[in-house]
């Protein structure tokens, strides 16, 4: 995995979760980790974990300016980012029609204009130096759609849209932007969603053909391989990580 050896690597949300299990996947390969979360004191948590230089960082993903300070302080005290991982994200399952447009605001500003605001600050600086790996996290509701989840699959699917366009974009300066797409992964976020359905849970383990929900380090595995040299001819694409539950 020499690609993150000696690299800065952005991962937003990376408090609890998959976030945190990338972190520490990513340190664990020689990154120097920018540990982003609107909460910092698991971000503060975390990058103890990841110890080596990683550091823990407060970002409001939904903020611009939160984000452009998080990513200026990211490059004092780390360097330039080579890597930045788009895992912050949230939701709320309800029936559509149930829903409020509060509601609506905040999944999409949460999961999908948070990749745009990353993406924006980091980009630049990439671009300059002719490298860089993003890979952002969406769903494999995006893919299939997820009953009680319709603004949440929009805004994930938002997300892929995004990622292969900015692809296209910006081949010619060597920097790979791919999609990964959890299927349900055994999260805190996810249980509490299952507190309020304690059926959820079994019945989509049933659902996936593994039998059983996806752990964080799984979903980790899969982004440090996009960021790693065994993948710097793939761009562009979307991986699901499901258990099977979605074939593509």
Not at 155 to 163: L, N, R
Not at 191 to 201: F, G, K, M, V
Not at 234 to 246: A, E, H, K
Request: glycine content about 10%.
């Amino acid at each position: 995995m020499q690609r993150t050896d000696s690299s800065v690597a952005f991962v937003s949300g990376a408090g609890r979760g998959i976030g945190r299990a990338i972190a520490l996947k990513l340190a664990s390969a020689g990154a120097s980790v920018a540990v982003a979360d609107l909460d910092e004191r698991t971000a503060g948590e975390v990058a103890a974990e990841c110890g080596g230089r990683s550091v823990a960082i407060g970002a409001d993903v939904t903020d611009p300016a939160s984000v452009r300070a998080a990513i200026a302080q990211t490059e004092r005290v780390l360097g330039p980012i080579d890597i930045l991982v788009n895992n912050a994200g949230w939701d709320k399952m309800e029936p559509f029609l149930e829903s409020s447009e509060e509601t609506w605001a905040k999944v999409i500003a949460i999961n999908l204009t948070g990749v745009l605001n990353c993406t924006k600050a980091v980009l630049p600086g990439m671009v300059e130096r002719g490298s860089g790996r993003i890979v952002s996290i969406s769903s494999d509701a995006a893919r299939v759609g997820s009953s009680g989840e319709a603004v949440y699959a929009a805004a994930k699917a938002g997300v892929i849209a995004f990622s292969k366009t900015i692809a296209r974009e910006v081949a010619r300066h060597q920097i790979n932007v791919n999609v990964v797409c959890p299927g349900p992964t055994n999260t805190d976020l996810f249980q509490e969603i299952a507190s309020d359905n304690p059926r959820l849970a079994d019945a989509l383990k049933r659902a996936v053909p593994f039998g059983r929900l996806a752990e964080p380090d799984e979903i980790a595995d899969a982004v440090a391989f996009l960021v790693s040299d065994q993948a710097r001819f793939i761009t562009g694409q979307t991986l699901s990580v499901s258990g099977g539950l979605t074939m593509f």
